[in-house]
Nanobody, 132 residues
């Protein structure tokens, strides 16, 4: 059974840093792709914006312009976990952050992030609040 569990959210001041984790089970991250999405607090996950993704086979990455240069996605295949290091946080980064997995489209699933397509499975999210 596929499961994604996010952690690491919290309250941070503007300019600060947080590292989010997404622990995956039921599939392996060295084969499948995963992305990080975010949605304003109080809104449904559907319609969340993908901000970063990583390809399972070779670690190729994608970043949305809004986070490029500030956020870094990485993965640890041994732990089957993907991370999102978030630096220079801004109040507009306040959101619920979800990880989503592409369980099809081998090698191309991470591009769903760039082109605005949904992933096949999501976690329940973790809240990040950035105070000004």
């Amino acid at each position: 059974q596929v499961q994604l569990v996010e952690s690491g959210g919290g309250l941070v001041q503007s300019g600060g840093s947080l590292r989010l984790s997404c622990a995956a089970s039921g599939f392996t991250l060295d084969y499948y792709d995963l992305g990080w999405f975010r949605q304003a607090p109080g809104k449904e996950r559907e319609g969340a914006t993908c901000i970063s993704s990583i390809r399972g086979s070779d670690g190729a990455t994608y970043y949305a312009d809004s986070v490029k240069g500030r956020f870094t996605i990485s993965k640890d295949n041994a732990k089957n976990t993907v991370y999102l290091q978030m630096n220079s946080l801004k109040p507009e980064d306040t959101a619920v952050y979800y990880c989503g997995a592409s369980l099809k489209d081998y090698g191309l699933g991470y591009l769903r992030c760039e082109y605005g397509y949904d992933m096949d499975s999501y976690g329940k999210g973790t809240l990040v609040t950035v105070s000004s």
